[in-house]
Structures are given as C-alpha cells and as structure tokens.
C-alpha cells in the first residue's frame, strides 16, 4: 500500500502548479458576487466535459435504448402496455417519460394538486414560491443532464462558478473556497482545490484523509458500497482521520446530503459523494434551476409524455392495492372510487406512503418486509425576504452551522426569484430531530421559534448587515418568511441500510418499484430518483421484450429471511395533507 500513497501523494503535490493565486484565502463576501441571473443565452453552458465521463455514457445508452425498444415494439407488431404508475415525483415522471419514449402508454396518478415530489412548489397568497426544498444540480448528475437534453431544456440550469464556499466558523461574516482550476483534468483539479485550501485543514491532516479515500480510488464501488456498515464517525477513526476532519468537512457534508449528523450516516454516502467528485472533472459544479421546479422541470416532463399518448393525472391518491388470488396486481382503487386497469404497475411513492398500502398477501413476502428498516428523515425548508440586498455569495454556501446546513441567495442564483434590490435567503434546516442527530425536535417547534433561531445564526453569517446589533441605517429587515416541514424526506441513510434497499424488479410479476429508496448507486438524491425510475421503465420494457433482465431481483438479507413474518393489514394513508403522501407543508401538518 506504501507505493500507491506515495504516488497519490506526488499527485496531489503537483497540483501546487494549478492553485489559483486566490484559492484557499479567507474571502469577503464582496469578491464571490454575481450580478442580477443572467437570461438564458448569457448564462454559463454546462461544462463539456461532464458528457465525456463514462457515467454520462452509460446513462445516454440507457436512454438509447429506449427509443430502440419503440423500434423493435413498432417492427414486431408487438402491443404497446398500459402501465399505471401511482407517485409524481421525479422517480415516477421518469418511469413515465421513459416508458411512454419506448412507445408504451403510461398513466401517472399524483395524489396532489402538484407534480413533483420532494421538489413540488406552489405559490402562496402574496404570488411568491414557496419551496419544499433548496435543490441542487450537480454535474455528477448524469441521468437528469440526459433527461434535461431530451427534454431540450438545458439552458435551464445556471451554472455558478466551480468552487465549494464554506463559512468561517472562528470569523463571522468571512468565507472560504475550494476553487476549482479550469481546464484541469480529474482528479488533479480536485487534489489543487484541496491542497490551496489553507482555511481549513492542515497539510498533515489532509495527507491523513489519504488511507480511507486511497482504497475508494483502488476499488471503486465495491469498496464504498462495503463501507455501509459503518458511520462517518466510525469510518475516520477505523482510518484514522483527526477529529478536525469531520468537524471542518463531514458535518457540513452530512448535513448536506442526507440531512444527518456524520455520527448516525453511512460512511458509503460520503464516498459516493467524493468518488463522483474526485473523477469526473466537472462533478462537483452545482447549477440551479432557472425557476420553481414543477413548471421548469416537471411540466415539459408531464407534456412529453402526454405528446406520446401518455397520460398525468394529479389530485388522485392510491386508497388500495388491489390483487388476484395468485398475488399478482388485479388494479389500483383511487381515493376518488375509481378503480385503475393495467397491464403493469409501478409504486414511485415515498416508501414511508408504500409501507401504508402493502396489501395482506405481500405483507409476508421478505421483499416486502424489508421495507419496515427504511424510512424517511426529517427536513425543514425556510425562505426569508428581506428589505434590502445582503453581501451575498454566488452560488451555495456551507453554513457550518449547528442548526443550519446550506443556503443560497435566490434572488442571484434564480431567474424567477431574481430581485436586484432586495434578497431571498432559501435554508436548509439540518439536522431538525433527534433521529438526525441534533438535541431539539425543531420539526415541532413553531415558525416563529425555527425563524427565530435562523436568524440568530444569520447574525453570525452577515454581522454587518443582520442582527440588532447592525447600525439602523445599514440593517436587512426582515419582511417574510416561510417555514416548510418535511417530516419524512429522503430515506435515512443510517449504517447498513442499503442491504434492506429493495430492487426495482419484484416477486410480483405485473409489479415493479421505481423510487430514489430503491437500489441505485445515487442514493437519495434527485439524480437517484431518476435513475430508479428509469430503471424500473426498463424492467418493464426487458419483460415485454422477452429480454435479459439487467439486475433482476435483488436477494434479500438473511436478517429478514430468518423472521417469522405474520400477515398484516394496509392501514392506509391518514390524513390529506401534503405531508400524508412524502411532501412538504406549511403550517400545521400531519405526521405520517
């Protein structure tokens, strides 16, 4: 193992050539700023090298592939399926897209009045968006930068510069960059980026994150995938890291991802992260998109696959899986009384709102049962409008707070949001209950204590522009704010949960699981939720071909083959709230 550590350590040594004469410094907040959102045809395009990595490779021969299923259906003669899919997030709009692409006839049923999932939005009774969560693209998002091309809505994302800002933990108001050089290949740019870092870590305590994140290099996925079985915590003390690792790069980055405290996250979460980062030149670049995701996103989705005889229907929530005696699905009963045929059906709910409708015949099946050890962690989604424009950072920041994750100023990094006057704070709130590590249940907390505490922690981000203690003259006011809890968000990715993630195939030959809980290497992420549902269109798409199936079913761990499972019935989903079926919601909700 000494030769190749002594070789990475050469390679990040060379990368001293390559550091900006900025990069690592305690910056000002004055030399991050971006203008007003440029329009479309001034914007940054995406990086071009994020098409030549062979994971953006993979995903386009993916997407290929269907429109040569549509072929081969068409010159065989073959029937096209119908195929109900109950879920409109992104995992079931990708299912639908793709599925309608290979010339099938889907039929999405969303039981809200929105599309989108975790990234609905809506409008309130002052006009503004409220969002159910701060939503980033990166370019290690190869399936939705394909989707995005197909759609021809690439210049929807504005790309902000490539560099990673963090807050100043010991220095209020001050900021510090990894930036990324351009031009420079993968993973040199990466090691510069780190190595011109002075702010926050050592020379000797970056050279002694090289042991855990060598084997990552050496074996790939394997060897992050084994690494599930162990937290961040545990990870850097197995390896060796100093504490100061985690205190100055994994929390923010636990935070980040999964909204978790690095002490109850799965160590594969950061590697997967870091492996997409350090090889592929333009990972780690984030783009937002240029307004509220279901009309930008979700809508030319919906209207793809309804110019191919597709069908999206919003306002009808599942009330029951119905099935045949021989267990198969039989249809699907709407809360509305109707009752939905098909050939093929698809579950792209959140799995805390599957779990409720796992009818009594499948409720024995270990592939069913599994389900019970994931479920989703809390989040809180806060946007603030303030009376004036703050010294903002151009892109997202990494609040290194206690309460809060990241943030962005929308009024520069969204055209529809954009405000040259005045600013538009949108915060992640994270950790927010004890389960995700922090010691307040903030998620049963009011408003106007969340707000409250936000606040107290912006003092220390903008001290010359925040607090009572900000000259008059020169002092943001706050004038409105919103709080969005979400009280089962993306499943919580605690140690050894990716043993109990379900296959999209199933025992059940007629059904098929698309969400982002579902095996896929992206975990939960937006890119994760588009890859399941891209690869559940393909189970579908092999079964009706008679094709070699790709994955097929995934075998179930021993620890839940070895129970004894008794039946149980569906209890259904309570309430009719947003947060009844995995969304976001302001206000009072109900806790699924």
């Not at 991050?32 to 993979?58: G, M, V």
């Not at 229907?313 to 009752?339: F, H, M, R, W, Y």
């Not at 021993?558 to 989903?573: D, F, I, M, Y």
């Amino acid at each position: 193992m000494k030769l190749p550590l002594l070789l990475l350590a050469a390679a990040i040594g060379a990368c001293d050539a390559f550091v900006p004469p900025t990069a690592g410094r305690s910056v000002a907040k004055s030399a991050l700023h971006a203008a007003t959102p440029a329009a479309a045809s001034d914007r940054r395009p995406t990086p071009a090298r994020i098409s030549q990595t062979d994971n953006y490779r993979e995903a386009n021969e993916l997407s290929r592939k269907f429109f040569d299923d549509c072929e081969l259906l068409a010159q065989s003669g073959g029937e096209k399926k119908r195929v109900a899919i109950f879920g409109g997030g992104l995992s079931g709009l990708a299912c639908a897209k793709y599925l309608a692409d290979a010339g099938h006839e889907p039929t999405l049923y969303e039981a809200r009045d929105v599309l989108g999932g975790k990234v609905s939005a809506w409008q309130d009774e002052d006009g503004d968006v409220i969002e159910t969560g701060l939503h980033i693209f990166f370019g290690a998002y190869p399936n939705m930068l394909n989707l995005l091309k197909e759609l021809d809505i690439e210049d929807r994302l504005q790309w902000a510069p490539h560099r990673m800002t963090f807050a100043m933990q010991e220095l209020p108001g001050e900021f510090t960059t990894f930036d990324f050089p351009p031009g420079v290949p993968a993973p040199f740019n990466m090691a510069a980026a780190i190595l011109g870092n002075t702010q926050m870590l050592t020379l000797e305590e970056k050279i002694r994150m090289v042991p855990g994140l060598l084997p990552m290099l050496l074996e790939g996925q394997s060897f992050i995938d084994e690494q599930d079985e162990l937290s961040v915590a545990q990870f850097m003390r197995k390896y060796g890291m100093p504490e100061r690792i985690n205190e100055e790069i994994f929390i923010a980055m636990g935070k980040a991802l999964d909204f978790i405290d690095p002490d109850k996250l799965s160590m594969t979460v950061v590697l997967t992260a870091m492996n997409r980062f350090i090889n592929e030149a333009d990972g780690s670049q984030t783009a937002f998109l240029d307004g509220n995701p279901p009309d930008r996103l979700c809508k030319p989705i919906k209207e793809r696959v309804e110019s191919k005889g597709g069908q999206v229907v919003c306002s009808s929530p599942v009330a029951e899986i119905q099935l045949n005696e021989d267990s198969t699905v039989k249809s699907l009963q709407l809360a509305n009384g109707t009752t939905v045929e098909a050939d093929y059906y698809v579950s792209a709910v959140p799995v805390d709102v599957f779990k409720r409708l796992v009818p009594t015949q499948w409720s024995t099946m270990p592939y069913f049962r599994q389900l019970d050890e994931l479920e989703g962690i809390p989040v809180i989604n806060i946007q603030l409008w303030f009376d004036r424009k703050l010294n903002s950072i151009d892109g997202l920041c990494f609040s290194r707070s206690p309460l809060l994750s990241v943030y962005a100023d929308m009024s520069r990094n969204c055209a529809e949001y954009a405000d040259p006057n005045k600013s538009m704070l949108e915060l992640v709130f994270a950790p927010c209950s004890p389960e995700a590590g922090s010691p307040i249940n903030w998620i049963a907390k009011s408003d106007e204590e969340i707000v409250e505490a936000t606040l107290k922690e912006l003092e220390r981000l903008f001290p010359m522009e925040i607090g009572p203690n900000v000259q008059a003259d020169k002092r943001a006011n706050l004038e409105k704010s919103t709080v969005v809890r979400v009280p089962r968000s993306v499943y919580a990715a605690t140690p050894g949960r990716n043993k109990y993630r379900p296959s999209q195939e199933s025992p059940i030959d007629n059904f098929v699981m698309a969400g982002d809980y579902a095996t896929q290497k992206y975990l939960g992420s937006m890119e994760g939720a588009v890859l399941s549902g891209k690869l559940t269109a393909e189970v579908i798409c092999d079964k009706v071909l008679g094709r070699e199936k790709r994955n097929g079913l995934k075998a179930i761990h021993s620890s839940v083959q070895e129970k004894l499972l008794t039946e149980r019935a569906p209890v259904g989903v309570v309430g009719t709230s947003a947060t009844s079926y995995g969304g976001g919601q302001q206000g009072n909700y109900d806790n699924p």
